[in-house]
């Protein structure tokens, strides 16, 4: 299915970006706040590890790869410097709202039925989201 095939690409660069955009708030908050600076990177490292997947699916299924993990990572590093003189709490609140879109998102595929070994990725990184859009509450209430 093409469709599919655009949809893991999409999400192989959604995730390094956001890999990449994580890694650098991390790197901006961890002077201050350490703990919150580990959590971010951990954070990263999840998406990292979510992107690897979409890659490793991609790869399995077309014989290619969808684009560079390096290269997105920059762009999401280069986004995260970019923002950094928008309030920490506010581009949290921001993230933790696309986390949950993504949680939405991810719900909806399940309940389609699509290739197993790609229904098994979205359920592995399932929980995952859902701890990332919990972060904001968790974070600053
Ligand atoms: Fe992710
Ligand atoms: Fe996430």
Redesign the pocket.
């Known amino acids: 299915m093409g469709d599919l095939k655009l949809q893991v690409k999409s999400s192989f660069r959604t ?1 390094m970006f ?1 890999a990449g955009l994580y890694s650098a708030l991390a790197d901006q908050c961890r002077r201050e706040n350490p703990e919150l600076g580990a959590r971010l990177k951990k954070i990263s490292g ?2 990292q590890m ?1 992107g690897k997947l979409f890659r490793q699916y991609y790869f399995n299924a077309y014989k290619d790869e969808p684009g560079s993990e390096k290269l997105w990572i920059i762009i999401g590093k280069s986004a995260g410097r970019l923002i950094r003189f928008i309030p920490l709490r506010k581009k949290l609140k921001s993230l933790s709202d696309k986390e949950a879109a ?1 949680v939405l998102k991810i719900e909806a595929k399940l309940k389609c039925d699509d290739d197993p070994s790609y229904q098994k990725i979205l359920k592995r ?1 399932l929980p ?2 859902v701890s ?1 859009a919990a972060m904001f509450g968790e974070i600053f209430n």
């Open positions: 995730e956001a999840e998406e979510h993504a990184i995952d989201e990332h």
